[in-house]
């Protein structure tokens, strides 16, 4: 049998199902019999624990509810499915092309079995070709044999409408993939051109602002840090969380921005340490940013 999942991939459709809606473990099993048409259910020893995986990785969560655990997407989950957004779309095509291989398996096996039982049949008319005429048990063969025959011309009629539509369905998820893509690059060149205009007019503050994360800046026309080049800070937010590609949702694109911005600033305290001078400091910095934010999203719809 070919394989149904290749590596990994189970767990980003697991991502996709609860994605859809919050689910147990054991509906999350019946899904996955009914999108394979019934022809493949995986077992509770191969979905429980890679839920309980992606818990521990922070992109699912669970509740219990009437005795059982309800799981649901968190938004890093999210996050995750949105950058794999064209691999998901691959996936749902191996997984028709799966469906597809498993209908031609079953279809081959019935026609194996008709071949078995044909066989059968013509040693049983061999061996009895000396009686005169057919007995009720004959008679009863071979209505079994005519039986097969119409189960495999219907066995291979839905596959055959089977693999069709799972062509169709392929061609529209890659496609809807496709325009998704191209939405969410678009909507990321936007914000990043705003953002990149607002850090333009206030390169002093968010420059001083980054040298805080670092633990070594200094305010203004102070140490070290008022010999550094004007374009410095500029430079530095043209390129600031560059690895964070688009959703489609602009607000979840905001927060995923804000959440970089929180964990830099809480790492560069962790890793130079925190004094009651740098925090004064940076609560002037945090206090100016905030300022021309605000004025940004207040200036334009």
């Not at 290749?6 to 859809?20: C, F, I, N, T, V």
């Not at 049949?121 to 048990?137: H, I, K, P």
Request: net charge negative; proline share 3%.
């Amino acid at each position: 049998m070919p394989p149904v999942f290749a590596h990994g991939r189970l767990r980003l459709y697991l991502l996709k199902l609860l994605d859809e809606a919050p689910r147990h473990g054991y509906e999350v099993i019946r899904l996955l019999e009914e999108r394979f048409q019934g022809l493949y259910a995986p077992s509770a020893g191969t979905v429980y624990p890679r839920l309980s995986k992606l818990e521990a990785e922070g992109l699912v969560t669970h509740a219990t509810e009437g005795g059982r655990k309800v799981y649901s997407i968190t938004e890093a989950g999210r996050a995750e499915l949105a950058d794999r957004s064209g691999e998901l779309a691959d996936l749902e095509l191996e997984i028709r092309d799966s469906v597809t291989e498993l209908a031609a398996e079953i279809r081959s096996d019935v026609r194996g079995a008709a071949g078995d039982l044909r066989r059968e049949m013509r040693a049983a008319a061999s061996a009895s070709a000396t009686q005169v005429g057919e007995d009720d048990s004959w008679q009863a063969a071979k209505e079994e044999l005519r039986k097969a025959r119409q189960e495999w011309k219907e066995q291979a009629r839905r596959a055959k409408d089977e693999s069709r539509r799972a062509r169709e369905e392929a061609q529209a998820a890659r496609r809807q993939a496709r325009e998704a893509q191209d939405r969410a690059r678009e909507e990321v060149q936007r914000i990043a051109g705003q953002l990149q205009e607002q850090f333009a007019k206030s390169g002093g503050v968010l420059g001083s602002l980054a040298g805080a994360w670092l633990g070594g800046a200094q305010s203004p026309g102070a140490g070290a840090g008022a010999d550094q080049p004007s374009d410095q800070p500029s430079d530095r937010a043209s390129g600031w969380a560059a690895d964070l590609s688009a959703t489609g949702d602009p607000a979840r694109d905001l927060d995923r921005l804000l959440d970089r911005f929180r964990d830099e600033v809480r790492d560069a305290a962790r890793d130079h340490g925190v004094t009651a001078a740098r925090v004064a400091e940076a609560r002037d910095h945090l206090a100016a940013a905030a300022a021309r934010l605000s004025a940004t999203f207040g200036s334009r719809p």
